[in-house]
């Protein structure tokens, strides 16, 4: 087999799981069983579910860092079986907890590891590594020279995608990789990957163990039971609105209707312009804020209603408590 058969498209691809079946030597149960799911080229996939579900175990076989014992893994129509492991791992990015980049070299030369593997010339890598510099917001001027140390934990989080992105490959493998980031930094840079995924659109597959981030990053959810079957694959609002079991209501949790209320934008809803009622004035949020955050401020604040701000932080309408709860049961 030619090298150029063990490439992969850099467009964005399907990924097919098939009846895969995961076995360790001397284990009494499969840590994935039967698994079949189907990720569309360009969504965001969130693995879920409790420890010993599999969740690792099923993304490392993407990428054949575990070696399925049964059924089939397919990126783009070709089985990963077909591939070159080597080449298979090189034409996808991976990003990790702790992001894995090496302590010892540049923040340019980290991002530049791929590229240099695959043999590009000094100008197309050095220019690669400025423009994804600059697409997580760390000019190379001013961060290609740092070494990992000098940076925030956030700022190694970019870098770690920057890197995974280097190759421009079209599958992305995320395995917890906000894990290690305190919550306000593990919220910005969520919202960063987000905006960056909206231009980017690789197909992601991605591990939490964390409900609200499934809901917030994922185009759709696969929960797995423990032993790594897959108990509910759907979108997260399809999840929360109707739980495929009592595993699955229990495992989302009782305060589902909150989190339903999470996907849902303030622009989203038909504002109000009636003038305000009571007393005081409502409290203010801006029309991206979701309806978690508006009844939440309302609840705060005594409020029946929120005024909703557009780009120009002009108020351009009204959300009153009973809107934003039809909405979130809609």
Same mark, same amino acid.
């Not at 020279?145 to 992305?172: C, F, H, K």
């Not at 809901?215 to 495929?244: C, F, H, N, T």
């Not at 909150?258 to 009622?277: G, I």
């Given at each position: ?113 791929? =590229? ?5 010339? !000094?100008?197309?890598?050095? &220019? #690669?590594?400025?423009?994804? *510099?600059? $697409? +997580?917001? @760390? ?103 109707? =739980? ?5 209501? !229990?495992?989302?949790?009782? &305060? #589902?209707?909150?989190?339903? *209320?999470? $996907? +849902?934008? @303030? ?64």
């Amino acid at each position: 087999m030619s090298q150029e058969s063990h490439k992969i498209s850099n467009s964005a691809q399907e990924i097919v799981f098939d009846h895969v079946v995961k076995t360790y030597p001397n284990s009494a149960s499969p840590a994935v069983d039967d698994l079949s799911l189907t990720v569309p080229a360009g969504e965001i996939c969130v693995l879920l579910g409790p420890s010993g579900s599999g969740k690792t175990t099923a993304l490392m076989m993407v990428n054949r860092l575990a070696e399925p014992t049964g059924g089939d893994i397919r990126i783009g129509g070709r089985s990963i079986r077909d591939l070159d492991p080597i080449q298979l791992r090189r034409s996808i990015g991976y990003v990790i907890q702790q992001t894995g980049l090496f302590p010892h070299l540049s923040i340019a030369a980290n991002i530049a590891t791929v =590229p240099k593997v695959l043999g590009w010339d !000094r100008k197309r890598t050095k &220019d #690669r590594v400025a423009e994804l *510099l600059d $697409l +997580v917001g @760390l000019p190379v001027g001013e961060y290609g020279s740092r070494y990992p140390t000098q940076l925030s934990g956030g700022q190694r989080q970019r870098v770690g995608i920057a890197r995974a992105l280097a190759a421009d490959p079209p599958v992305m493998l995320m395995d917890e990789p906000f894990g290690a980031l305190d919550p306000i930094t593990r919220e910005h840079v969520q919202d960063e990957f987000l905006a960056l995924h909206e231009r980017i659109r690789k197909t992601v597959i991605f591990v939490s163990h964390d409900i609200d981030e499934a809901v917030k990053m994922g185009d759709r959810v696969a929960i797995l039971r423990e032993g790594g079957r897959l108990a509910q694959y759907d979108s997260p609002r399809a999840l929360l609105k109707k =739980p495929a079991d009592e595993f699955v209501a !229990r495992f989302l949790g009782a &305060d #589902r209707g909150l989190k339903r *209320l999470s $996907l +849902v934008r @303030l622009s989203d809803l038909e504002l109000t312009r009636a003038p305000d009622t009571g007393t005081g004035e409502l409290p203010v949020l801006p029309g991206e804020a979701t309806l978690r955050s508006a009844l939440s401020l309302m609840v705060a604040e005594g409020a029946d209603a929120v005024r909703v701000t557009g780009d120009g932080g002009a108020v351009i309408g009204t959300a009153s408590m009973d809107a934003v709860r039809k909405a979130g049961a809609a």
